[in-house]
């Protein structure tokens, strides 16, 4: 089970990794953009059929859908001529054991639990509006609940003085950020999908 949990925290881990063109304004510690100073774009960017996105040269409507599996894609060159990309994790099987494209969007869910999730990927996230209620994550037919009742503790000489404040409420920031602003004091607390 230790091992399993690791590999799931991984898999959350590998496909943290998203930007978008708001993305392009968060600046390095020499203020150039990072992602125009590294040219590095995820899988799952928006502009993966752009000239710099990974499917530079590709057209979306181009993709053989019925060969499509969990890391691969077929794009159809014209004149009975295919192309086939091998590259890890690009599709999960939807309800109707279909691939569709993974797309790491937070979006609200309706529900009263979790009124925040991502259900478009392999394993689901769902996230609670509360500090206390952490995030619920789902893969194989298995639910993992990480990061409960969060706090932030000084410790000084043994003595233990809590300084987050657990009243704050959860706000969806952009596609992919849940923020808890003031979640100490100058300190918000972020879950980035």
Same mark, same amino acid.
């Given at each position: 089970m230790?091992?399993?949990?690791?590999?799931?925290?991984?898999?959350?881990?590998?496909?943290?990794?998203?930007?978008?063109?708001?993305?392009?304004?968060v600046?390095?510690?020499?203020?150039e953009?990072?992602? =125009?100073? $590294?040219?590095? %774009?995820?899988? /799952?960017?928006? &502009?993966?059929?752009?000239?710099?996105?990974?499917? +530079?040269?590709?057209?979306?409507?181009?993709e053989?859908?019925?060969?499509?599996t969990?890391?691969?894609?077929?794009?159809?060159?014209?004149?009975g001529?295919?192309?086939?990309?091998?590259?890890?994790d690009?599709?999960?099987?939807?309800?109707?054991?279909?691939?569709?494209?993974?797309d790491?969007?937070?979006?609200?869910?309706?529900?009263?639990i979790?009124?925040y999730a =991502?259900? $478009?990927?392999? %394993?689901?996230? /769902?996230y609670? &509006?509360?500090?206390?209620?952490?995030?619920?994550? +789902?893969?194989?037919?298995?639910?993992?609940?990480?990061?409960?009742?969060?706090?932030?503790?000084?410790?000084?000489?043994?003595?233990?003085?809590?300084?987050?404040n657990?009243?704050?409420?959860?706000?969806?920031?952009?596609?992919?950020?849940?923020?808890?602003?003031?979640?100490?004091q100058?300190?918000?607390?972020?879950?980035?999908?």
């Amino acid at each position: 089970m230790k091992k399993f949990l690791l590999f799931v925290l991984f898999l959350i881990s590998i496909n943290l990794f998203v930007f978008s063109q708001e993305d392009k304004q968060v600046l390095t510690s020499q203020g150039e953009s990072w992602i =125009n100073n $590294t040219g590095m %774009f995820s899988r /799952y960017h928006s &502009n993966k059929f752009s000239d710099t996105g990974l499917y +530079s040269g590709y057209k979306a409507e181009d993709e053989v859908l019925a060969n499509r599996t969990q890391h691969s894609k077929t794009f159809d060159k014209g004149s009975g001529s295919y192309e086939y990309m091998l590259i890890g994790d690009l599709h999960y099987k939807d309800a109707n054991d279909l691939w569709q494209d993974i797309d790491v969007s937070i979006k609200t869910s309706g529900n009263t639990i979790f009124p925040y999730a =991502n259900t $478009t990927n392999k %394993f689901r996230t /769902y996230y609670t &509006n509360s500090i206390e209620g952490g995030i619920k994550v +789902s893969y194989l037919n298995t639910d993992f609940e990480l990061a409960k009742n969060t706090k932030i503790s000084l410790v000084n000489g043994g003595n233990s003085v809590v300084v987050s404040n657990a009243d704050v409420s959860a706000d969806l920031l952009d596609y992919r950020t849940i923020n808890f602003s003031n979640f100490a004091q100058d300190i918000d607390y972020q879950y980035i999908q």
